[in-house]
């Protein structure tokens, strides 16, 4: 019954650290989404994966990379942070088909100092 | 990308009906969805009606769509203190491949 699962849940950076964020689900969906979300603008999409074995960017990719390592799991990875990317981050999934509904993830915190 | 537009905050007192409104601007939307944020915690679906539809009641929410002026609104009947929350619109387009969402609206809900 666990869903969508992303680790960590908090996490400080120094800029031009670099780290992964995690995301695993459970339900077999077909499509995964990394969203970044900031006061006043909402939830903007970073990177997709439509199905396994394929990724496309979203409306905010630079500074991002993503692996679709399987089904299952979708990770976002922050090369050199930056002040910028400090933002709270959601992974979230879908069967990707008529009236699906899309899971969230609790998010991830992360600030960059 | 698409547009989904909502005013960011409304205030309302507890027992009163909330009422928070959407635009989109991709006429090829085939669901349009909201998501309620509690504060620390991810998006949960709260509702979601389909293009075609007019309207769609659940207990305490109903959903009004105007495809025409692509408009979209949430109506909550006898607003809780636990309402207070911010409330996101969703579409998501023919293809399926991606959802877009508002910038959120934020509610407060006075005791």
């Known amino acids: 019954n666990a869903g969508v699962t992303q680790t960590p849940k908090f996490q400080v950076l120094k800029t031009g650290q670099s780290m992964t964020l995690q995301c695993a689900q459970d339900?077999?969906?077909?499509?995964m989404y990394w969203y970044r979300q900031d006061p006043g603008m909402g939830l903007r999409l970073i990177y997709y994966s439509a199905s396994e074995g394929t990724t496309d960017k979203g409306e905010v990719p630079n500074g991002y990379n993503v692996s679709r390592l399987n089904k299952r799991e979708f990770s976002l990875r922050l090369e050199s942070a930056a002040p910028s990317q400090t933002s709270v981050y959601f992974c979230?999934?879908?069967?990707?088909?008529?009236?699906?509904?899309?899971?969230f993830g609790q998010g991830t915190r992360l600030t960059v100092v | 990308g698409e547009d989904v537009e909502q005013s960011l905050f409304l205030s309302v007192r507890e027992g009163d009906s909330s009422v928070i409104n959407c635009t989109y601007t991709?006429?090829?939307?085939?669901?349009l969805y909201w998501y309620k944020q509690e504060p620390g915690a991810g998006l949960q679906l709260l509702t979601y009606?389909?293009?075609?539809?007019d309207m769609k009641q659940d207990q305490r929410l109903t959903v009004l769509l105007n495809k025409k002026d692509k408009h979209l609104s949430l109506r909550i009947a006898d607003t809780q203190t636990g309402d207070s929350a911010i409330y996101f619109c969703a579409e998501i387009l023919y293809n399926f491949n991606k959802f877009y969402f508002g910038s959120g609206t934020k509610l407060n809900v006075k005791p």
């Open positions: 979230a999934s879908t069967l990707r088909q008529a009236g699906t509904e899309a899971f």
């Open positions: 991709d006429s090829s939307s085939t669901y």
């Open positions: 339900m077999n969906h077909n499509s």
């Open positions: 009606i389909f293009s075609n539809m």
